[in-house]
C-alpha cells in the first residue's frame, strides 16, 4: 500500500514528504490512520507533581 511519509535522507536537512510503499498490517497487527497531532511549547517540560 502506498503511504506519504516524512523521509530524513541526510542529517541536519529538512524532511521530505514522499510517497513510500508499506506493508501492509500482518495477522494480529493493526493499522492506525493518524488524522492529526499537535504539540504545546509547555507539553515538554509536562510534571505530573506541578499540577
Do not use: C, D
Not at 501492509?24 to 499540577?51: A, D, H, M
Amino acid at each position: 500500500m502506498r503511504s506519504r511519509a516524512a523521509v530524513a535522507w541526510e542529517a541536519g536537512k529538512p524532511l521530505v514528504i514522499e510517497e513510500v510503499e508499506v506493508a501492509g498490517p500482518k495477522k494480529g497487527e493493526v493499522l492506525l490512520r493518524i488524522f492529526l497531532s499537535s504539540s504545546r511549547q509547555n507539553s515538554t517540560n509536562y510534571q505530573p507533581e506541578n499540577r
